[in-house]
């Protein structure tokens, strides 16, 4: 998958917005337009695109191991996030996966209230 067609599938993603917060490197960050939480960073590293994205840490190291394009977070939590490379062996159906995955691990957490 491309970064053009990455950003344009993120557009998609009702409650998504993009933004551009870095003057100095060239990133886009993709956030719940309600929370302002981040749940995909995309940005070029060594001269290849990637896109950072929340994970469980139990999945997190099963992707590591399934795919070459799946590494440990750049500049993020390592535990809980991973970099994947947009062309890359990840086949495009589960980098959308992946990234409604973070999408719902970073959503507004709904308060139970006190009975």
Known sequence: ???????????T??????DNPFEDIEAVVVRHSD??????LIMEVDGKYL????????????LRGAYEGVTPAYHMNKTHWNSVYLE??????EIEN????????TMKKVKKKNK
Request: hydrophobic share 40%; charged share 35%; aromatic share 12%.
């Open 13 to 18: 993603i009702a409650g998504a917005t993009l």
């Open 51 to 62: 896109v950072n994205l929340k994970c469980e840490p139990m999945e997190a190291d099963f």
């Open 88 to 93: 890359s062996d990840v086949p495009d159906e």
């Open 35 to 40: 929370n302002r939480k981040w749940f995909a």
């Open 1 to 11: 998958m491309t970064r053009e067609k990455y950003i344009e599938y993120c557009k």
């Open 98 to 105: 992946m990234t409604m995955k973070s999408f719902e691990l």
